[in-house]
């Protein structure tokens, strides 16, 4: 492995550690360079913190190394006033000679001005170094930014005989496909993005929470689609543990596609990633419209006979894992 490669891929690996905290701004991670030793690191700061290039110059202890290190990091250094300080102009400040960048940052407001600024000042500046990797970390903020809508995850879990649901159950709650690991699953995932979206059915079948109650995170902003307003408020979703937004016949034009119109909204909203995870009608409405990045289907052994059936996704298998009994997929729009 090439010398650059290695150290973008551990900037890659520690930005992960900002995942579900960040956003909406991108997870990135910056590492240090000395004489091939690691002597800083740090990843992007719950959002309001310190971008990853300030957490990763303030971790150095001997300053003075940095006016002959190198500097990595997975995007484009900022170069304009946010909530913090532009990250170019600290690396500047401190007299950091080399920078490794793994991909532009194409939001309008840094596009290229980072690296033009850290030129400017006399930095040896590489910009592309595994970038596909870069590109594929920043999904959410690349596709909020240029496709003007949420990284959009599809979520299900269907019975052996193709249905995400029985036609008739006892009680106001789910059913069970998957076992409780696979479950546990989902509700780290919930940690890991922004929003969650159901429609009016699947809270009057089940009674969701939508919350990361078997993980360690954050809830995420849950979006319910509610027509008529005819969902009770003593539903669980509307408890206090989480945000929610319902959206009703004065948000959407329910004769118009509604999947494009609620990728409108929560992009005005700033939420740059959601799960659909329900019900059959919803999905299908995000599929039929080409608007998903992931689908990740969990395949059950259990046998409906009859029900909801699940719906119908054409895709590309990424990856097939199992957990325990449970068969998970993941597909990707490509």
């Not at 193709?162 to 479950?183: A, C, H, L, M, Q």
Request: charged fraction near 25%; include cysteine; hydrophobic fraction near 35%.
């Amino acid at each position: 492995m090439k010398i650059h490669e290695k150290y973008i891929n551990r900037c890659i690996e520690i930005a992960k550690n900002g995942l579900g905290t960040t956003r909406p701004n991108p997870m990135v991670g910056c590492v240090i360079v000395h004489n091939n030793t690691i002597i800083g690191e740090g990843f992007t700061s719950p959002y309001g913190g310190p971008h990853a290039e300030v957490n990763a110059i303030q971790s150095v202890s001997n300053k003075a190394l940095l006016q002959t290190s190198t500097l990595y990091v997975t995007l484009e250094p900022c170069s304009h006033f946010g909530k913090t300080p532009p990250c170019s102009d600290l690396i500047i400040k401190h007299n950091i000679p080399n920078v490794v960048i793994g991909t532009i940052d194409d939001h309008s407001l840094v596009a290229g001005q980072g690296i033009k600024k850290l030129k400017d000042a006399g930095c040896h500046v590489i910009v592309g170094v595994l970038e596909a990797e870069c590109k594929a970390h920043h999904k959410r903020f690349f596709t909020f930014h240029n496709k003007k809508r949420p990284y959009i995850i599809l979520k299900w879990a269907q019975s052996a005989d193709g249905f995400i649901s029985p036609k008739t159950k006892d009680e106001n709650k789910p059913v069970w496909i998957t076992n409780t690991y696979s479950r546990q699953l989902v509700h780290k995932w919930r940690a890991e993005e922004q929003a969650i979206l159901v429609g009016t059915q699947t809270v009057l079948d089940d009674n969701p929470s939508l919350t990361v109650r078997d993980w360690t995170g954050i809830n995420p902003i849950r979006i319910v689609i509610d027509r008529v307003e005819k969902l009770p408020k003593t539903a669980t979703i509307f408890n206090t543990e989480a945000e929610t937004i319902a959206l009703t016949k004065n948000e959407l034009d329910f004769e118009k596609p509604l999947a494009f119109q609620i990728c409108e909204l929560l992009h005005e909203r700033n939420i740059n990633s959601i799960i659909i995870e329900g019900g059959s009608k919803s999905l299908q409405t995000f599929i039929d419209e080409n608007l998903w990045d992931e689908a990740r289907i969990f395949y059950g052994t259990t046998s409906f006979t009859n029900g909801t059936k699940a719906p119908t996704l054409k895709g590309k298998l990424k990856k097939e894992t199992k957990i325990l009994n449970d068969t998970l997929k993941y597909y990707t729009n490509d």
